[in-house]
Nanobody, 127 residues
Framework: QVQVVESGGGLVQAGGSLRLSCTAS????????MGWFRQAPGKEREGVSY????????YYENSVKGRFTISRDNAKNTLYLRMNNLKPEDTARYYC????????????????????WGQGTQVTVSS
């Protein structure tokens, strides 16, 4: 049974940093493109950042561009999201997703392109 598990969330002051991790088991990790999404209370889930199977292609939504860095280690079946200069509006539950999709941005930013989702990790940024 495929499992996707996020970790690394927490409470941080504005301007601080966190690194989220996501491990996936029972799947061939480098067969899957990966994405980070987030959902704040009362809001719809939104995309954050995406990475192709090899890690050679990455995309960021405008709200996080220049502050967040997505990466993956296929040898460790692990996806990362380094978040710098955090803002209160980054407060949300962050979800990792794995999908057998192509590397086009239009595919990767579409939640329906993903086959497996984690339960999420909470990130809270205080002002």
């Amino acid at each position: 049974q495929v499992q996707v598990v996020e970790s690394g969330g927490g409470l941080v002051q504005a301007g601080g940093s966190l690194r989220l991790s996501c491990t996936a088991s029972e799947l061939t990790f480098d067969d899957y493109a990966m994405g980070w999404f987030r959902q704040a209370p009362g809001k719809e889930r939104e995309g954050v950042s995406y990475i192709s199977r090899s890690g050679g292609t990455t995309y960021y939504e405008n709200s996080v561009k220049g502050r967040f860095t997505i990466s993956r280690d296929n040898a460790k079946n692990t996806l990362y999201l380094r978040m710098n200069n955090l803002k209160p509006e980054d407060t949300a539950r962050y979800y990792c997703a794995a999908g057998t999709t192509g590397a086009r941005w239009s595919f990767l930013r579409n939640p329906s392109s993903y086959n497996y989702w984690g339960q999420g990790t909470q990130v809270t940024v205080s002002s």
